[in-house]
């Protein structure tokens, strides 16, 4: 059975930083493309952030430059590291998993996290 955990969320003020973990079980972690996306409320879900390998990712422009996507494949990890947080970042945050395949689509992923609150605010 396929398990993607999040942690990490929280209440940050703007141009704050928070980490995002996602710890993934049950399949071939290095087999999986994976990705972050976000929910805001009354929103649809939206790209965030893809790795395959270090020289294989790619970031929604909203937030590239700010935010870091990186993954450890001994601990079945993927990270993403949120610099200089604005009010509009504040979402339901997912990790997901596509099986060797590259995509920024919902559609693309087999998996998908429960999600992390994330919260940007003063």
């Known amino acids: 059975q396929v398990q993607l955990v999040e942690s990490g969320g929280g209440l940050v003020q703007p141009g704050g930083s928070l980490r995002l973990s996602c710890s993934a079980s049950g399949l071939t972690f290095s087999s999986y493309t994976m990705g972050w996306f976000r929910q805001a409320p009354g929103k649809e879900r939206e790209f965030v952030a893809y790795?395959?390998?270090?020289?294989?990712?790619d970031y929604a422009s909203s937030v590239k430059g700010r935010f870091t996507i990186s993954r450890d494949n001994a601990k079945n990890t993927v990270y993403l590291q949120m610099n200089s947080l604005k009010p509009e970042d504040t979402a339901v945050y997912y990790c997901?998993?596509?099986?060797?395949?590259?995509?920024?689509?919902?559609?693309?992923?087999?998996?998908w996290g429960q999600g992390t609150q994330v919260t940007v605010s003063s």
């Open positions: 997901a998993a596509a099986r060797l395949r590259l995509s920024i689509s919902v559609y693309g992923y087999n998996y």
């Open positions: 790795i395959w390998s270090e020289i294989s990712l």
